[in-house]
């Protein structure tokens, strides 16, 4: 699934910087990279420590915006048939 990074105001995609890639506003760090280094393991700390410059919010509004676009929908109700209405 291929999340909408337009709609998370923490990143910018701007072409020519990093090749179009999401990276973090005012940054040259992909979106992606955060993603690698705590699928290896690493904490929002490590992160911070390895590379210079970020803002931890940042990398915090990152993650909750993947989260919560990955959260399922909630489950549709069944409409009531005419009959169960009366």
């Known amino acids: 699934m291929?999340?909408?990074?337009s709609q998370c105001p923490a990143v910018e995609s701007v072409p020519g910087k990093m090749?179009?890639?999401?990276?973090?506003?005012?940054t040259r760090m992909?979106?992606?990279?955060?993603?690698?280094?705590?699928?290896?393991?690493?904490?929002?700390?490590?992160?911070?420590?390895?590379f210079e410059g970020l803002d931890r919010q940042q990398i915090k509004a990152v993650i909750e915006f993947a989260a919560r676009s990955l959260d399922p929908a909630p489950p549709l109700r069944a409409c009531a048939s005419p009959r169960e209405t009366r």
């Open 19 to 26: 090749s179009g890639a999401w990276v973090l506003r005012g």
């Open 30 to 50: 992909p979106v992606s990279v955060i993603f690698e280094n705590l699928g290896a393991g690493a904490n929002i700390d490590d992160i911070m420590q390895w």
């Open 2 to 5: 291929s999340l909408d990074w």
